[in-house]
Every structure is written in C-alpha cells, then in structure tokens.
C-alpha cells in the first residue's frame, strides 16, 4: 500500500494539504540534532529520579504499588514460581496482563533484588531511556506530517513538559515502553506507505514489532502470528483459549456493578480486599473470572439505563481525566485538574479536524488514535497512564494547531500593513 505521489520523502518539497512542507536541512552540530533533544529529556528524568528520591516506592501493602499487579507476577518469576500469583497470596498460574513487562521487572528482581530501591531506580531508569527515545519518534513523525518547526516543538515539548516527565520516574508500569513502541511502529508504517517498494524483511519486522506491542500491551494491538507462543501457553495451563490475558471480565465488572458509580469498585478488585483476595485464591483465576462474568452480564441486563450513564461518563472521564482531590496548600485545583486536560483533547481534536479541512494525506492514520484506541476504556476504568501510549500524537496535533494559528495572526497583522 501507498499513497499517490503528494507524498514523497526524496522529493526535494512536500505537499500537505494546502501547505509546502520543505524536507528539514541536515543538522549542523549534534546540539542542533534530535539527540539532543533525547539526551537533554532522558538526564532531566534520571535527574528526578535521582534528586528527587522517586525511586523509594512506599513499602505500604508489601509494596504493592511497586507495579501493582505486575509487581507481584514480577516477584513470582524472581522467586522461581513462574508466571503466577498477582495479588498477595498464591492463587497458582496466571494470565492477568500481558507477559513482556512482567517478565523484563522479574528480571530486574533476580539482578537487584525483590522490592528494593536498586530494582525500582531500574526500572524508572528503563522507563525514562524509552520516554526519551519517543522523542526521537514523535520527531520523526511529525516532520514527515507537518514539518521541521513543529517536529522540534513537539519533541521539546516531550522532553520537558512536568507532566509528560511523572509517568516514566514515579510509576512502575509499560506506559513508556508501550509508547515508544506504538510511536515506533506508526512511524514505520508511514514509512512503509510512502515507499516506492517495500521489502519482505521490512515486513517481517514491522509484524515482530507489532507482536512486541500486543505482548506488551494488549490494547495496542493484536498480531496473531507473534501471539501464538504465549496463546498456547495460556491454553495448556488453563486449558482453554485466551488471548494474552483474562482479566477484562473483573475490569467489567469492577466498572460496572451496584455499588459503583461508573469507575472502579476498589472492593472488587483482589489485590484491594482481603476477602475478595481469599475469594480469588479458593476458586482460582479462571472461575474468579467466570463468576465476574456473570456478574457483570446480571448487571447489564438488570441495569441497562444505568450502564449507559457509566459508559457516557467514562468517555468524558477519558478525555478530562476521572475525579480527585487535588489539594495544594489548601486550595483544591480539581477543577483546574479536568480542565487542562480537556483542553489537552479538545485541541488534539481540532488537529485533527484541521488535517480533515486540508486533506491532509495523513489523517486517516492520525484520527484512529482519537476515535478508535479509547473504545476498550469507555467501558472499564478511564486511568489517565492508560491515555499515554496515544498523547505524543496528542501532543504533535496540538503543537500543530498552535503553530497554525500563529500563522494566521502573522497573516493578518501583515494584511493590515
């Protein structure tokens, strides 16, 4: 597949919609190259780290914030139990979350130790090198689309915008490697569109690639081929077939039951409540997840107005983040908490639309990151670090509207001379 000849990356000019998009001059010194711009993002967030002491991770719980479930399949694999237990007791194989992150964590517990301080700096530290490399790829990305101005204003911003720093230094998690991984494989496959041949090895590893993103993140993307190994693993242990992982049915219904109010029930959840958490060990993963499926099913049938409600307010809750207290030096800024970031969206929004207006040769492969991707979270839990694998092409869309509007006032205030 590729598109007509508008879009050419040897040509010596670009056409993007209306505008002429001149391919970027070599850099003239490495302070002037994207590296740069890795270098400068990826010490700023070993710095916080560092400095700022976020690598001491509350031990509350046994340290169950340190990665939360994947936390304790980590330690599982680290202690030689394999792919099993992911709340506090041992409740024997599991298929809870896809396998990469876990697995590289578990590793990283065998070399420095399980929950310790060593472990977390690791891990931030491996979290930031990939938050710092989606520099590179957003730049790529949005020089190809829109040029070298806003391609140098979205990674800038990348690299140094507060909250696009916390995610990598303060939260064990796949949220960053994920998304170097998403912005990587989007660049490819422009990559790929705009080539005037494509060779069978790029397409070999754009597919290992994708298979990297499914296994790692199971939002992303799902690529048969690569999943297979882990697939037939889920179905010898359980005996039946499971793609990757098996807890959307308690995703559902911690979402979506009596005493929720659309978002997450904390008392459902096994590694919240002790009881639910004896519960998960007596009947083991796959029943827990049976019981939570019919649980789930009960209430939609019985509450199929107020499902409706919940799902309506999760779409907003995606976009302006979900309620919370936001309290500095006594003053609560949670109004201001939804408003940046339903700002945030709504100009990544009118990127798009302003892409649409000019026929922008790339849109159709911008907008699914809008429209498509939050579908699965409008029906569990909207949490903003499940947003961050789609916020660099947030972020280039509404670098992009701002350097578009600031082109027209330029515009206007020459009409006027």
């Not at 680290?78 to 506090?88: C, E, I, M």
């Not at 990559?191 to 069978?200: E, G, L, Q």
């Not at 308690?250 to 008392?267: D, K, V």
């Not at 809008?370 to 280039?396: D, S, T």
Request: with cysteine; charged share 15%; proline share 6%.
């Amino acid at each position: 597949m590729r598109y007509s000849g508008e879009v050419n990356p040897t040509s010596v000019s670009r056409i993007v919609g209306s505008a002429t998009i001149a391919p970027s001059p070599r850099p003239r010194t490495f302070r002037h190259s994207v590296w740069f711009i890795v270098l400068v993002a990826l010490l700023l967030r070993l710095a916080v780290i560092t400095i700022g002491h976020t690598y001491r991770i509350t031990p509350r719980r046994d340290h169950f914030q340190f990665g939360w479930e994947m936390g304790r399949l980590a330690r599982s694999i680290a202690q030689g139990h394999g792919f099993s237990s992911p709340t506090d007791l041992d409740s024997g194989p599991s298929a809870w979350t896809a396998p990469v992150y876990p697995y590289l964590l578990g590793w990283i517990f065998k070399v420095f130790g399980v929950y310790s301080a060593a472990s977390a700096w690791m891990v931030l530290a491996f979290n930031s090198i990939f938050a710092a490399l989606t520099c590179w790829t957003i730049f790529l990305i949005a020089e190809r689309i829109f040029g070298n101005t806003v391609a140098r204003w979205s990674a800038w911003a990348w690299a140094v915008f507060p909250y696009l720093i916390y995610w990598p230094v303060r939260v064990v998690w796949e949220a960053s490697f994920s998304t170097f991984l998403l912005t990587l494989a989007f660049w490819l496959a422009m990559s790929m569109a705009d080539a005037t041949s494509t060779k069978r090895r790029d397409w070999i590893w754009f597919g290992l690639l994708w298979g990297l993103i499914a296994l790692t993140n199971t939002a992303l993307a799902v690529f048969v081929i690569c999943l297979v190994p882990w697939t037939i693993r889920n179905y010898s242990t359980f005996g039946r077939f499971i793609l990757i992982r098996d807890n959307l049915p308690l995703e559902l219904y911690e979402a979506n039951n009596n005493s929720s109010s659309g978002l997450w029930t904390r008392s459902e959840h096994p590694g919240n409540d002790p009881a639910t958490m004896r519960r998960f060990q007596e009947l083991g993963e796959i029943r827990f997840m049976d019981e939570k499926k019919k649980q789930f099913q009960e209430f939609i049938r019985e509450h199929s107005a107020q499902f409706l409600r919940f799902t309506a307010e999760r779409v907003w809750y995606f976009w302006a983040a979900p309620p919370q207290a936001t309290v500095v030096h006594g003053y609560d800024f949670r109004v201001a908490r939804h408003t940046q970031f339903f700002l945030a969206a709504l100009f990544s929004f009118a990127g798009i639309a302003l892409m649409f207006l000019r026929s922008n040769p790339y849109r159709w492969l911008l907008a699914p990151f809008l429209v498509i991707y939050p579908l699965p979270y409008y029906l569990v839990n909207p949490f903003p670090r499940y947003k961050h694998p789609i916020e660099p092409i947030m972020l280039i869309l509404i670098v992009y509207v701002i350097a578009e509007a600031n082109r027209v006032r330029f515009r206007l205030r020459q009409n006027r001379v």
